[in-house]
């Protein structure tokens, strides 16, 4: 059976993007799903710094067809990891074969888990919006900030445009509480109504939590280090709302 793609995207850095794909991997874990983080981030991959690993190989090595795809990853929290490269140049900058390995990556992940979360590089160059596409769901990370806002408004549109019957939602992070962060929703909503014709599903609020950044510093994942923490409970909360 052929696994779920959630891309995890955003218009600008800054939103814990990176952080959010690397909990909610561990949250589905949790649940007993078999998943793998792909760090499709090339330029400024971090997930495994964030996780403490030093995997050795990469994704640069798999594209170069230095590395297996399956000697590359590495286990960290009861999911599997397939590491980015930092500094080795974006995604944006691969072209031909190496380009078309890379999105053809997830699919291929598809095969031998039952979740593949792909964290995108920020922004809206041509090949995130391609792996975007190609997921079976776009989760679009925003923060209550009105930069950021217009920023996942950009990608939602784009969204639109690439997957006309593709699937999106929101997840607000770093809110101040979920009643604000339902506030957020219903703002971007409102203008993804208007101009795009189509609504938004909330897929999540994560509060801001102190917990956060304290599990950041010391390389550790959120769920282990603070397993309890009001942040820890929103993303499984939102994991389990992808699972039913």
Not at 6 to 29: E, P, R
Request: hydrophobic share 50%; net charge positive.
């Amino acid at each position: 059976m052929t696994g779920r793609i959630i891309a995890v995207a955003s218009g600008k850095g800054g939103v814990g993007k990176t952080w959010l794909s690397i909990t909610l991997a561990q949250a589905l874990a949790e649940q007993g799903r078999r998943v793998v983080l792909m760090d499709a981030d090339l330029g400024l991959a971090n997930a495994d710094v964030q996780l403490g690993l030093n995997p050795g190989r990469d994704l640069s090595a798999v594209l170069a067809g230095a590395s297996a795809v399956t000697a590359t990853m590495a286990l960290a929290a009861g999911f599997h990891l397939l590491a980015g490269r930092s500094g080795s140049g974006a995604l944006a900058s691969l072209a031909g074969p190496a380009l078309e390995a890379a999105l053809d990556l997830p699919r291929q992940l598809s095969d031998q888990f039952q979740d593949v979360v792909v964290d995108l590089g920020a922004g809206v160059e041509a090949p995130q919006r391609r792996l975007a596409a190609q997921a079976d769901l776009l989760l679009v990370v925003a923060t209550e900030e009105p930069t950021s806002l217009t920023d996942a408004y950009a990608v939602l549109k784009l969204h639109a445009k690439d997957a006309p019957g593709g699937e999106a939602r929101l997840v607000v992070n770093l809110a101040g509480s979920a009643a604000s962060g339902q506030r957020t929703h219903a703002t971007l909503e409102a203008a993804t109504k208007r101009f795009l014709a189509r609504g938004l599903v909330l897929a999540g609020v994560v509060r801001r939590d102190p917990k956060v950044p304290d599990a950041i510093r010391h390389q550790t994942p959120l769920l282990t280090r603070h397993p309890t923490c009001p942040a820890a409970q929103d993303v499984r909360a939102l994991a389990r709302g992808l699972l039913g």
